[in-house]
């Protein structure tokens, strides 16, 4: 699985959810020299192997007024991998996606929240957002097959209980635009995760049925112990977050606990199923660990 290093261009996030966090707050971007320091030392540490992988994330790259210079940075620093965060709307103007390929971008995850206008549009309160990003996504992998290169987008969906419901269809919206892979990310710690597991398994089917990966973040194995090996190697691990039952858990190898900021009722709910050996001898196979 390729890691990819984050190198933040600022304080803020490409799209938030308007109703968890009541707005986005205005952008404050860093100076490209300290990107540059970053990009560095990422480099030279090879935390990331195979790479050098970076992804530019935090506000939406295109805000950034010296992104060209810090994309030509990082191809020169030697990074093997350049991800972009955004919304891809960018893309929608062709010089940007026809520019990107060409400086070196291949890599690119543009975020949705919802599979229609109805959900995602009024959870960023952008109306039109959806069909900009979408046309974003398709543009840049136009421009990259009229220059034959090689390049990979994927989409993340920050997951809340405002768009739990939708998950099967934003997994569809965006393979349908040309994500070749999708990332399920709980980030709401309100969410009753145990009324969720049947969106969360329905969109990985829907992954499934369009042949794209649906990767799950933030969502334990004993709650969806029939979809292990979509979950993400991060199980968002909390100091303490662990219930009781997770004590003695077979799968403490593979799992970090309860996710972070879990209500207690589900905290409460957390137990390690019967088969927890054979799944984590499953889960460390599939992460090439060493068996127990
Ligand atoms: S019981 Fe705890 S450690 Fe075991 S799989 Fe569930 S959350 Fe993870």
Redesign the pocket.
Known sequence: MLTFVPVSLGEGRAVTCERCHGGSPTPVYRDSAQIAGDIETAVRSGAAAPGPNIELTGPEPFGHPELPAIVGMAVRSGVSRLRLHTDASAFVVPANAAGSVAAGVRHVRFSVFGGTPGVHDVLVACPGALAETLEGVRSYVAAAATQEALVHVSALVPVCRHNVRDLPAVVATATGAGAAAVLLRVEDGGLDLRAAIEWVTAACDTGTVNGVRVEVEGV????MPDHVLHLADV?RARAGA??P??AE????CV????PAGAAADTLAA????AD?GALAGRMRVARGMAPS
């Open positions: 334990p194995p004993c709650l199980v662990k219930a039952a997770c858990c077979a799968l403490d799992c970090g606990g309860g957390l137990r390690a199923p927890a």
